[in-house]
């Protein structure tokens, strides 16, 4: 079966610090992929897409490391509001993560 | 601006009842799905379908069918509704062909099997 592992967390990060996750999946032939933000008791929603030479919104960096095959995502500068679980996802075929919880310490 | 609406947003069933979960869409999105999520488990396929008339299994297949008769409408049937059916259902769509499409996904039907 193809697999994508994340560390459940959850990571209790203070407000204002630089929080990482990383994601790494079983299968080479994969060629989306993405992160998702599930708040509690919601649906998923998208975050950002993940390209290979990786990419920036905002406080959000998401990276691709193809060869060891993982990809990561870097909160800068952490809000009360980024507290979440944190989703990635490849395709195809379409696997999702079993998230990292995160919560940010006022 | 409706995207993906999944009905009802509750259910609550006895064991061996029969239910429908709808799931629409309106953004002409080839490719629907169902997910389950379960505490520890993330979300876990459970069919899927790539266009009117074309459906297949993800990894929990069993205790569901479903239909899409319609771009817009891929309803989920319980047939025999069991207790290990509680869960929260969500309902994804995206375009198929475009690159790497991400999913859209409905408020999700928390459903709970006595």
């Known amino acids: 079966r193809k697999e994508v592992e994340q560390d459940p967390g959850p990571f209790n990060v203070p407000e204002g610090a630089t929080v990482a996750f990383n994601c790494t999946y079983s299968?080479?032939?994969?060629?989306?992929f993405f992160w998702y933000r599930q708040d509690c008791r919601k649906e998923p929603k998208l975050l950002m897409s993940v390209y290979s030479s990786g990419n920036e919104d905002g406080r959000f960096t998401a990276q691709l490391n193809r060869a060891s095959q993982y990809i990561s995502l870097l909160i800068r500068d952490s809000k009360l509001s980024d507290s979440a679980t944190y989703l990635c996802v490849v395709n195809p075929p379409i696997i999702f993560g079993k998230g990292t919880r995160l919560h940010i310490l006022p | 601006n409706a995207g993906v609406t999944q009905t009802p947003k509750f259910q609550v069933l006895k064991t061996g009842q029969s239910m429908t979960l709808q799931c629409a869409q309106d953004m002409n999105h080839e490719y629907m799905s169902w997910y389950r999520q379960d505490p520890g488990m993330g979300l876990r396929l459970i069919h899927y379908?790539?266009?009117?008339?074309?459906?297949d299994q993800g990894e929990v297949p069993n205790g569901y069918n479903v239909s899409r008769s319609t771009t817009e409408d891929f309803p989920l049937r319980l047939l025999s509704a069991a207790p290990s059916q509680t869960s929260v259902y969500f309902c994804a769509s995206s375009p198929l062909g475009q690159g790497d499409q991400p999913q859209h996904f409905g408020d999700g039907t928390r459903l709970s099997i006595l």
């Open positions: 379908s790539v266009g009117a008339g074309i459906t």
């Open positions: 299968n080479s032939a994969s060629q989306s």
